[in-house]
T-cell receptor, first 113, second 113 residues
Framework: GENVEQHPSTLSVQEGDSAVIKCTYS??????FPWYKQELGKRPQLIID?????GEKKDQRIAVTLNKTAKHFSLHITETQPEDSAVYFC????????????FGKGTSLLVTP | GAGVSQSPSNKVTEKGKDVELRCDPI?????LYWYRQSLGQGLEFLIY????????KSGLPSDRFSAERTGGSVSTLTIQRTQQEDSAVYLC???????????FGPGTRLTVT
């Protein structure tokens, strides 16, 4: 599959601050962009996703933006809380049916009280 | 309802031995995926099954890796002649047809000594 680049690899913020994680992808056919949260020793869980016909999506403190022209998408977490601490993965679909995913290498987010 | 389950949860094997990893998807999910997650890394796509269609094997790293899905439900990932670099957590996920959200299992941690 094509590459998905994710930055930063680690991010430390104070409780209440915002956190932003950015990803770029190379496959122009990608049409589905999910974000997963993985706590230590646990399975990845979907927190938000966006499809190619939408530029922005918001769910409470979490938002995702997509720029298809530039092939990048970002995760924004506002009013961060210690329980937001985890590894976050972005992904982009790549199979012809748009189901299989290429994942970024992850961002380890630490929210300090 | 029951989520995706995987067995065994942990597997330690000697280099050169064959191993089989099992995945039980969510009932009614016709799409099934295998990923591999090495320590501190993102998820690497291995193979994708969709209904009765031919699987997308483009992510399998070598011909020592194979997978099958019987009856459109349970899947088995087989690694022959295991090598130390095969050590990783093997994650299975499933999704509904036409619904991209993938639900992950707890993973099988494979250690090759």
């Amino acid at each position: 599959g094509e590459n998905v680049e994710q930055h930063p690899s680690t991010l430390s913020v104070q409780e209440g601050d915002s956190a932003v994680i950015k990803c770029t992808y190379s496959d122009s056919a990608s049409n589905y962009f999910p974000w997963y949260k993985q706590e230590l020793g646990k399975r990845p869980q979907l927190i938000i996703d966006i499809r190619s016909n939408v530029g922005e999506k918001k769910d409470q403190r979490i938002a995702v933006t997509l720029n298809k022209t530039a092939k990048h998408f970002s995760l924004h977490i506002t009013e961060t809380q210690p329980e937001d601490s985890a590894v976050y993965f972005c992904a982009a679909s790549f199979s012809p049916l748009g189901y299989a995913l290429n994942f970024g290498k992850g961002t380890s987010l630490l929210v300090t009280p | 309802g029951a989520g995706v389950s995987q067995s065994p949860s942990n597997k330690v094997t000697e280099k050169g031995k064959d191993v089989e990893l099992r995945c039980d998807p969510i009932s009614g999910h016709t799409a099934l995926y295998w990923y591999r997650q090495s320590l501190g890394q993102g998820l690497e796509f291995l193979i994708y099954f969709q209904g009765n269609s031919a699987p997308d094997k483009s992510g399998l790293p070598s011909d020592r890796f194979s997978a099958e899905r019987t009856g459109g439900s349970v899947s088995t990932l087989t690694i022959q002649r295991t090598q130390q670099e095969d050590s990783a957590v093997y994650l299975c996920a499933s999704s509904l047809v036409g619904d991209n959200e993938q639900y992950f299992g707890p993973g099988t941690r494979l250690t090759v000594t």
